[in-house]
């Protein structure tokens, strides 16, 4: 009988096979393993690369999951679907802090004035 470690990784093999880039790849693996938080996991994939990659990225594991998957593989399923809840929740948040900073203030001036803040911070005073 083949252990239950081995028909995991048949499954991760089976949902991330192909999967480019390879650096993305192998932190998907890393994760469907349970060994990388999907948290984790989508911080490093996106210093790696930019948003539209990783999100293609976990798009076509999302997709295999849902249409390769085995009775046997609900544990990886599930972390794919967690992956996947992190990575919208994420992109949500980043999208809301970015409108947030393209509606905020205009950024001060950095000129010095008298009796203001110059540009490393010190206090000026004028006479």
């Known amino acids: ?20 880039p390879a650096g993305i790849r192998a932190i998907l693996v890393q994760c469907l393993a349970g060994e990388v938080a999907p948290s984790a996991a989508i911080s490093r994939m996106l210093g790696m690369e930019n948003a539209a990659t990783v999100r293609a990225a976990i798009d076509d594991v999302t997709r295999r999951a849902a249409t390769i998957s085995r009775a046997g593989d609900t544990l990886v399923r ?5 992956l996947t809840q992190i990575f919208v929740e994420m992109v949500a948040d980043l999208a809301d802090v970015s409108d947030a900073t393209k ?7 950095r000129e010095s004035r008298p009796g203001g803040f110059g540009d490393r911070g010190e206090v000026r005073t004028s006479g």
Do not use: C, H, K, N
């Open 103 to 109: 509606r905020s203030a205009p950024a001060p001036e």
């Open 78 to 82: 599930d972390r794919v679907d967690e």
């Open 1 to 20: 009988m083949t252990s239950r470690t081995g028909l995991e990784a048949e499954a991760i093999s089976r949902l991330t096979d192909g999967v480019q």
